[in-house]
C-alpha cells in the first residue's frame, strides 16, 4: 500500500508582485519500509517540499495538489489544521543543524519528555512523570546513546552536533512514526558521525520497519543507503526511480549531469581530466524560466523546452523531459 | 563565574572612584568659596570659615581634600543646604526612597502593559492588530512626559475629578517615615486608619507613576515584539511544531520563556531612564521624591545640594546598572562568556 | 512570420534595471504611505524654522496689551486676526510657535549635525585602536553611556548654569557618546568583512580604507541613530526648557513656554496644549522619519 501518495504538488509564494511558484507539479509516492532520496541542488525546493508535507510552512505559501494521500486518506479535502493533525501523528521530521532546532533554555531531557504523548502512558497520572522518564531513557537508548543520565540534564549548547540530532531522532521516534522524513540530517557534521547517524537511520528502518525519506545534495550519501531516488531541479520533478536505476541508466540531462560531477560515482574518468559541470548557476525565484527549468543550462535543450514536459514512465523509471537519454543507453 | 564576579566588581569601583572624584571636583568649578560650596554654610563667618578648612584639611594639597570628602561622605555627612540650612543627609534618605518607590510602581505597570501587549503584536504579526499597536506605541513614545502630565491632570483631576493631583499622601494623615518607601511604612506604622492612608497613598501614586509608565512600557512593547518575532521564527519552533505541539503549548513553553529571556538585559537597562521621567513628573505633581528637591536646587543655585544630590543619584544609578548585569548573567550562562574583552 | 517574432521576443528576458542600494531605500521609503506623511511634516517644520523670522511680521516679544488671554480663534471669545489667541502678555501664539519651531526644532538639527560630525570623528578614530586604549575607552563610553541622556544634561547644565547656550551644548556632549559608539561599533563589524581585507591586501591606508569602503557602507546606520537622537533632542531641549533650566524667559521656546502657561492652567489652557502639540508633532514626525527609514532599510534587505 502506498504509504504518501503525492501527485502534482505545487507551493506558491504570494508576493507584491504577485505568486511565485517556488514547487512546481512535483509527484511522490513512499510504500511502506521503503528508504526513498530526495536529491537536488540547494534552492530545488526540496525543503520546501518537506515542510509542507508536515504542514509547518506559514501563510505566505499556498498548497495545493491534484493528490494528496496519506494511507488512502485523501487530505486535500480537509482544513490546514485537520491535516497537520492527522499526519503530525505519524510522520516525524528531522532538520538541518539540529542544535539549532531544540530549545536553548529547556534541558534535553525535558524536551524529551514532552515529545513523549499522553496517549502513549497508561497508568494513573502520579505514575506518569515515572513512566515518562522510563521512555525517555529507552528512547535514548534507541539512538545509542548510553550514558542518559548525563544527556537528561544537558543544555543543547553542551552537546555537539551528532549528539543533538541523535536527540532530535529520538524526538522523533517517541511519537512512533511510520514515516521519518530527514532534512539534510547530516549536513552540519564531520563524515565519521554522518556514518553513524545514517547507520542509525538504516537499523530503524530494518528493524522498525520505519520509511524513511532522505533529503539531500550529497549524491554519494544518498545512492549507499536509499531504494528509490526521486531527483528535482529548481522546484520541478525531474526524474524517479530505484537507485539502480538512476544510477545505472540516468534518463535525464540532469541527473547524468549529477552523476558525472561526483568523482566517486563515476570511475571511467582517466586522470587528470576535467570534471564535467553543467554551466550556470540555479536560477533565483524572480527570473524562473517558463517550461522546463533546466532549459537555459540543458545542453540538449531545443525549441520544445519552454513547454513543460509530461512526465513519462518506463518500468517504474519516470522522467520529465522531451529529449530523454533512454535511448541513448 | 567568579572571573565575572570580579571584573564587574572592579570596574564598578573605579566607575564610583571617578564618580565621586567628578562629585569633588564641582565644588571647585562652581564660583565661590571651594570650602562653602562643600559644606553650605554659607553665613559662617571668617573664623569658623577656617575651623571648618582645618576639618576637611582644606590646607592641604588637593589629594588629602578629596580623602577627607570622602570620609565625610561614608559618616553620612553631605552637609547643609544653601538655602535652608539642613542638613541634607537625612533629607536625601528621605527623598530617594519616595523616588523608587515611584519609578518601581511605574516599572511594573509598564512591564505589566507593555509585554502582553508586545507579545500580542508579534503573535497576530502582519495583522491590522500588530499595525495598531504599532501606531498606538509610536504615538505613545512621542508625548513628552511633562505635557502628558499636565494633560493628564486637567482631564483626571480637575474635570472628572477622580485622581489628586499633588503629594505622596493625603495631608491629614500622619505616618511615621522608617523605610521611606510609603506603603511599606503604612504597613508597618500602627496608626488606626492604616488603610485609610493606603487608599489614598493609592489614588496619588496612580496618575504619576501611569504618566511616567506610558514611554517606557512603548519601548517595552517594542523589545518584546523584536524578541517575540525572532523566537517564532527560529528553527527550534518550526521542530516544535513539526512535533505536533498545538500553538498555545509552543507559546506558552517556548516562546515566552525564550523571548523574555532575550529582552530582559534591555528592561533592566530601562529602569533608569525610568527614573528621569520620574524626576521630571515629581515636579509636576509635587511628588516628594530627590528629582522635584535636585531640580529646584538647580534652579536655586544650591551648590552642596546639587553636588550630594548627583553623587546620589549617579551611585544609585550604577548599583542597579551593576546589579541589572549581573542578574542577567546569572539567569543566562551563555552570557557569562561572551561580555568582555577589548576588541 | 510577424507574429512568431513577436512571440519570441517576449519569451527573452527583457534588461532590467538595477538601481543602487541608495535609490533601493529610496523607493521603499516612498512607497511606505506613513513614512511619507512624516516625512512631508518634517519639511513643513524645517521650512517653518527657516523661515520664522519672515513669516511673523508681529514681533514675538511685541505684546499687546488689549488683548491678554484671548482664546483661540475657533472659541466663541476668540478673533481672528489672532489666530491661536495670545497669552498672558497679549502676544499672539500662533506666532510664538512659529518662532519656536527655529527654538525647539531648528537648533535640534543643528545640536545633531554638530555631535555627529564630533562623535563619528571620535568613533572611527577609536576604531583604529586596539588595545588597552581601546579597552578604556569602551568602559568608559559604558558608563557614559548607562546615565539617561537627559539626566546627564540636567547635570551638565547645573555645572554651567541654567541658559539655553549651556542647555544646547549640555545635548551635545551627551549626544556624542551615542555617536562614538554606533561608528565604532559599525566600523569594527565591517572590518571584519573581506572587502575590507580586500583593500588592505592591495595596500590601502585605513584612512583610506575608511573613506573609500566602509563610510559609505555604515552611512545608513549613522543616519538612522542621527534620527533617533533627533527625536531625543527636541524632547530634551523641550523638557529642560520646562523644568526652568534652558530657554529663559522671553524666549519663545516651546518647553518654556508650556512652563509659562502652567499657573494660567484653569483660565487659559490654550497655553498649555498648544505649545505640547507642537513638542508632539515635532517628535512624531522625526519618529515618523526614523521609523519609515528602518522600515525601508529592513524590506531592502529582505527583497
Not at chain 1, 534541558?107 to 497508561?122: P, R, W
Not at chain 2, 569658623?48 to 578648612?53: R, T
Not at chain 2, 516544535?240 to 538585559?265: C, D, S, V, W
Request: include cysteine; proline fraction near 4%.
Amino acid at each position: 500500500m502506498n504509504l504518501l501518495d503525492i501527485r502534482n504538488l505545487s507551493i506558491e509564494l504570494k508576493t507584491t508582485d504577485g505568486n511565485i511558484r517556488a514547487v512546481d507539479r512535483v509527484s511522490l509516492t513512499m510504500k511502506e519500509g521503503e528508504v526513498r532520496g530526495l536529491v537536488g541542488e540547494s534552492g530545488s525546493g526540496k525543503s520546501l517540499l518537506a515542510q509542507a508535507i508536515i504542514g509547518v510552512l506559514d501563510e505566505r505559501w499556498i498548497v495545493h495538489a491534484d493528490r494528496f494521500h496519506w494511507r488512502n486518506q485523501d487530505l486535500m479535502l480537509l482544513t490546514p489544521e485537520q491535516r497537520k493533525n492527522i499526519i503530525t501523528k505519524d510522520v516525524a521530521m528531522i532538520f538541518q543543524e539540529p542544535s539549532s532546532c531544540l530549545d536553548p533554555i529547556k534541558t534535553v531531557g525535558k524536551q524529551l519528555e514532552e515529545a513523549v504523548a499522553d496517549q502513549q502512558l497508561s497508568g494513573f497520572f502520579w505514575q506518569r512523570k515515572q513512566q515518562r522518564k522510563t521512555e525517555v531513557v529507552q528512547l535514548l537508548h534507541k539512538v545509542g546513546i548510553k550514558n542518559h543520565e548525563q544527556c537528561y540534564h544537558s543544555y543543547p549548547y553542551q552537546l555537539t552536533e551528532a549528539f543533538c540530532q541523535r536527540v532530535m531522532i529520538a524526538i522523533a521516534l517517541a511519537k512512533k512514526p511510520i514515516l521519518l522524513i530527514a532534512d539534510e540530517p547530516t549536513a552540519a557534521m564531520e563524515s565519521k558521525n554522518q556514518g553513524q547517524i545514517f547507520r542509525l537511520l538504516a537499523s530503524l528502518n530494518q528493524l522498525k520497519h520505519m520509511s524513511i525519506l532522505l533529503i539531500s545534495h550529497d549524491l554519494e550519501n544518498v545512492t549507499h543507503w536509499t531504494q528509490t531516488i526521486t531527483v528535482m531541479y529548481s522546484g520541478q520533478f525531474v526524474e524517479a526511480g530505484t537507485t539502480e536505476q538512476i544510477f545505472a541508466h540516468p534518463f535525464h540531462p540532469y541527473t547524468q549531469a549529477l552523476l558525472d560531477s561526483s568523482p566517486n560515482a563515476n570511475i571511467l574518468i582517466s586522470a587528470k581530466a576535467k570534471l564535467t559541470a553543467l554551466s550556470g548557476s540555479i536560477p533565483l525565484l524572480k527570473h524562473l524560466p517558463i517550461g522546463c527549468r533546466l532549459g537555459p543550462r540543458c545542453p540538449r535543450a531545443q525549441k520544445e523546452c519552454v513547454i513543460a514536459p509530461k512526465t513519462q514512465n518506463f518500468h517504474g523509471h519516470q522522467v520529465n523531459c522531451h529529449y530523454s537519454l533512454k535511448d541513448e543507453h | 563565574m567568579l572571573i565575572f564576579t570580579l571584573r564587574r566588581l572592579t570596574l564598578f569601583f573605579f566607575t564610583l572612584v571617578i564618580l565621586s572624584v567628578f562629585a569633588f571636583s564641582l565644588c571647585y568649578l562652581f564660583p565661590g568659596e571651594p570650602i562653602v560650596n562643600l559644606t553650605g554654610r554659607i553665613n559662617d563667618n571668617a573664623a569658623q570659615l577656617a575651623a571648618l578648612k582645618l576639618q576637611y584639611h582644606f590646607n592641604e594639597n588637593v589629594f588629602f581634600q578629596y580623602i577627607s570628602y570622602l570620609k565625610h561622605i561614608f559618616s553620612g555627612n553631605f552637609g547643609l543646604a544653601m538655602n535652608n540650612q539642613l542638613p541634607i543627609g537625612p533629607l536625601i534618605s528621605k527623598l530617594l526612597p519616595a523616588t523608587i518607590e515611584l519609578s518601581l510602581v511605574a516599572l511594573l505597570i509598564a512591564l505589566f502593559i507593555g509585554i502582553p501587549v508586545g507579545f500580542i503584536a508579534a503573535i497576530f504579526h502582519r495583522k491590522p492588530i500588530d499595525n495598531t499597536i504599532l501606531i498606538l506605541s509610536m504615538i505613545g513614545y512621542s508625548i513628552p512626559v511633562f505635557w502628558l502630565g499636565l494633560i493628564a491632570i486637567l482631564i483626571f483631576s480637575i474635570y472628572l475629578g477622580w485622581l489628586p493631583s499633588s503629594g505622596g499622601i493625603g495631608l491629614i494623615y500622619e505616618i511615621k517615615s522608617v523605610t521611606g518607601i510609603q506603603f511599606i511604612d503604612i504597613l508597618m506604622s500602627d496608626n488606626p486608619f492604616k488603610w485609610q492612608a493606603f487608599r489614598s497613598a493609592t489614588m496619588h501614586i496612580i496618575l504619576p507613576a501611569t504618566v511616567i509608565a506610558i514611554a517606557p512600557a512603548t519601548i517595552f512593547i517594542r523589545l518584546a515584539r523584536t524578541a517575540m518575532l525572532e523566537v517564532l521564527d527560529t528553527n527550534y519552533i518550526k521542530s516544535a511544531q513539526a512535533k505536533g505541539l498545538t500553538f498555545f503549548e509552543i507559546i506558552y513553553q517556548h516562546a515566552i520563556r525564550n523571548a523574555l529571556m532575550k529582552m530582559i538585559l534591555h528592561v533592566g537597562l530601562q529602569f533608569v531612564n525610568l527614573m528621569t521621567f520620574a524626576m521630571i513628573t515629581e515636579v509636576i505633581f509635587s511628588w516628594p521624591g530627590i528629582g522635584r528637591w535636585l531640580i529646584n536646587s538647580i534652579y536655586q543655585r544650591d551648590y552642596t545640594a546639587i553636588q550630594s544630590g548627583l553623587l546620589v543619584l549617579s551611585t544609585f544609578i550604577f548599583i542597579v546598572h551593576i546589579l541589572t548585569d549581573f542578574f542577567y548573567a546569572a539567569l543566562n550562562p551563555i552570557a557569562r562568556g561572551k561580555r568582555f574583552g577589548s576588541r | 512570420m510577424q507574429e512568431e517574432s513577436v512571440l519570441a521576443r517576449d519569451k527573452i528576458y527583457t534588461e532590467e534595471q538595477f538601481p543602487s542600494p541608495l535609490m533601493q531605500l529610496w523607493w521603499h521609503f516612498r512607497h511606505t504611505n506613513v513614512a511619507m506623511i512624516g516625512f512631508w511634516c518634517y519639511l513643513f517644520l524645517l521650512s517653518l524654522a527657516i523661515l520664522a523670522p519672515l513669516l511673523t511680521e508681529i514681533g514675538q516679544n511685541s505684546s499687546n496689551l488689549d488683548v491678554l488671554l484671548l482664546p483661540p480663534a475657533w472659541d466663541s471669545a476668540g478673533d481672528v486676526s489672532y489666530l491661536l489667541g495670545t497669552d498672558d502678555l497679549g502676544r499672539s501664539m500662533l506666532s510664538r510657535l512659529i518662532n519656536g519651531t527655529s527654538l525647539t526644532f531648528g537648533l535640534s538639527i543643528i545640536v545633531v549635525i554638530i555631535s555627529m560630525a564630533i562623535g563619528v570623528m571620535i568613533g572611527s578614530l577609536s576604531a583604529l585602536t586596539k588595545g588597552i586604549k581601546s579597552s578604556i575607552l569602551n568602559h568608559f563610553l559604558d558608563v557614559i553611556l548607562s546615565i539617561p541622556s537627559l539626566l546627564l544634561a540636567i547635570i551638565i547644565v547645573a555645572v554651567l548654569g541654567p541658559n539655553l547656550k549651556n542647555t544646547l551644548w549640555a545635548i551635545v556632549i551627551v549626544l556624542i557618546p551615542q555617536f562614538i559608539r554606533v561608528t565604532r561599533n559599525a566600523i569594527k563589524e565591517e572590518f571584519r568583512k573581506d572587502y575590507v581585507l580586500a583593500s588592505r591586501l592591495d595596500g590601502a591606508s585605513p584612512l583610506r580604507i575608511l573613506r573609500y569602503s566602509v563610510f559609505p557602507n555604515i552611512f545608513e546606520r549613522i543616519i538612522n541613530q542621527a534620527t533617533l537622537a533627533q527625536s531625543a533632542a527636541i524632547l530634551d531641549i523641550a523638557a529642560l526648557g520646562f523644568l526652568g533650566l534652558g530657554a529663559q524667559f522671553p524666549l519663545p521656546e516651546w518647553g518654556t513656554m508650556l512652563s509659562n502657561g502652567v499657573d494660567l492652567f484653569y483660565i487659559a489652557p490654550w497655553t498649555v496644549y498648544l505649545p505640547g502639540l507642537a513638542i508632539f508633532f515635532a517628535v512624531i514626525s522625526t519618529n515618523l522619519v526614523g521609523e519609515g527609514l528602518r522600515h525601508a532599510l529592513k524590506q531592502r534587505k529582505e527583497s
